[in-house]
């Protein structure tokens, strides 16, 4: 049963903000987006909602209250802006010192800032996949292609290390190659990272087409917002990369157009694979 009447999308970069629109669209479900400056695609330009800078707090809580929205989700990318150089009125200015604080821990204390000011106004704050349904990772193998022994061996050396660098508020995706921890997500995300792994020689990965991205949520991260997403463009990346497939966490991830995953993955033949608790304790 959904627990709001009206919902607000926060948008940024990225598919997902589309995506639930558009089933707000399709369900006829009330909603309103605030179009992030610099962020936000240009698909949403024709979608009901306002255009605000991340720095103006109190304009984003006003327009979400005017639009008589009761919910809000945070969707999409957003890149870290330059606080000095940063527009913000006067909510955003009383904020500053806070927000400058959790941006030197990690981008989850950073998140957990806005979460908590949007909840301190009275409204719920929900996850991408309570707001779209059927967007969770199921558990196993999507596709034609699986994971072979090795393959479980990596993934389960990537998600220790996720684990590991949790404290630090690092990154939420990791590759590894035969054992071999090939690149770690951090501030250029995971776009960037597989851009860095696509330069790397075969011989450092281990052969032409060798190793796993594997994403998972950090420990202790507010599940509403930021979960871990993947869709054909990091399918089309991962190939590039020279990877052999991609694990997510199921039930902790988000898949767009699975679909076209699924396609793009067997096109490539990749993996895509749901792992489990159950798979990350196997010898």
Known sequence: MVRWRKLGILAGGGALPERIAASCAERAAAFHIIRINGSAGSSLETRPGD???????????????????????????????????????????????????????????????????????????????????????????????????????????????????????????AIVANGLVIAIEAAEGTDGMLRRCAELSDDIKGGARAGILLKRPKPGQELRVDLPVIGPETIHKADKAGLRGVAVEAGFALIIDRDDVIKCADAAGLFVYGFSDADMRKP
Request: net charge negative.
């Open 51 to 173: 255009d605000c800078g991340i720095g103006e707090i109190g304009k984003i809580l006003r327009l979400l209250k005017a639009a008589h929205c009761d919910a809000v989700v945070f969707a999409g990318t957003v890149e870290r802006p330059n606080f000095t150089a940063l527009k913000v009125d006067w909510r955003g200015a009383a904020l500053m010192p806070k927000i400058i604080a959790a941006a030197a821990t990690g981008d989850g204390a950073l998140l957990g800032v806005l979460v908590d000011t949007v909840e301190a106004e009275g409204f719920l704050v929900i996850g991408a996949d309570e707001a779209v349904q059927g967007l969770e990772a199921p558990a196993g193998a999507l596709g034609a292609h699986h994971p072979d022994d090795n393959d479980f061996r990596d993934m389960r050396k990537a998600a220790a290390v996720i684990n590991a660098l949790g404290p630090f508020d690092v990154g939420q995706a």
